[in-house]
């Protein structure tokens, strides 16, 4: 899955798991202990979120295997049947997920294929590219938005001093790091603003073809507004 979008391979797999066998099949695990047919199912080709429910619901049930007192047995169970619960509605959710992007992208999509550059400096970009209509029997409009932001790096003082300067190999690794970890959140804060944007009924044509991010007044980092380029700006 992409940062915003549900890979053609997960919808394929998510498409393929009846919901009502799923319930019989973890039944059927609790009941005999073991997982079974679950693993018939391509749980794990259906994204992280659901890949980690059913991890815990293999730790939970390894568990409950192992519980020998019968105070201990019961604790157990709940627990495993509340793992199961949440596996359930994991499929539950991200079908709900797929089907709104599936209506979603009948009038617009958003390429959330983006690469990192190799080298980072404090001036950041990320370029968010879409297509969208107003109608579905409206052509495509092709469009992209430049998101850029001035990081101000400063000193890290919740880290301990360290008893030796670092060389000046390790600070630029460390310069590195923070940048790419900035970097990362103006991407994601990109490609949900726009995404909402359209969500919201936002027209394509009056969306900017670069936008400066807005920094917060104390940090003077980015927050969750930052690439909200339809604001009001200050």
């Not at 001036?123 to 107003?134: A, C, D, E, P, Q």
């Given at each position: 899955m992409g940062e915003i979008n549900i890979s053609r391979?997960?919808?394929?797999?998510?498409?393929?798991?009846?919901?009502?066998?799923?319930?019989?099949?973890?039944?059927?695990a609790i009941r005999e202990e073991r997982m079974g047919d679950l693993h018939r199912l391509p749980l794990t080709s259906c994204g992280s979120y659901i890949a980690a429910?059913?991890?815990?619901?293999?730790?939970?049930?390894?568990?409950?295997?192992?519980?020998?007192?019968?105070?201990?047995?019961?604790?157990?169970?709940?627990?495993?049947?509340?793992?199961?619960?949440?596996?359930?509605?994991?499929?539950?959710?991200?079908?709900?997920?797929?089907?709104?992007e599936e209506k979603e992208g009948q009038l617009f999509y958003i390429d959330d294929q983006i690469m990192p550059p190799h080298h980072f400096s404090e001036?950041?970009?990320?370029?968010?590219?879409?297509?969208?209509?107003?109608t579905v029997d409206d052509e495509w409009k092709f469009g992209s938005i430049t998101f850029f932001h001035d990081v101000e790096l400063r000193p890290e003082y919740a880290l301990p001093v360290p008893k030796r300067k670092p060389s000046e190999a390790k600070q630029e690794q460390d310069r590195q790091t923070r940048l790419y970890e900035t970097w990362e959140h103006l991407m994601r804060g990109a490609l949900y603003s726009v995404r909402d944007y359209f969500r919201d009924g936002g027209d394509g044509d009056k969306i900017p073809e670069t936008f400066q991010a807005t920094v917060d007044s104390h940090s003077r980092g980015l927050n969750n507004y930052s690439t909200q380029f339809w604001r009001q700006q200050p």
């Open positions: 391979d997960q919808q394929n797999a998510l498409k393929g798991i009846d919901a009502g066998e799923l319930d019989k099949l973890i039944e059927q429910k059913l991890r815990y619901f293999e730790q939970a049930l390894a568990k409950h295997r192992l519980a020998k007192a019968p105070r201990k047995r019961t604790e157990t169970e709940n627990t495993l049947r509340r793992a199961g619960s949440d596996l359930a509605f994991a499929l539950a959710a991200m079908r709900r997920r797929m089907e709104a001036r950041l970009s990320v370029r968010v590219s879409y297509r969208w209509r107003r």
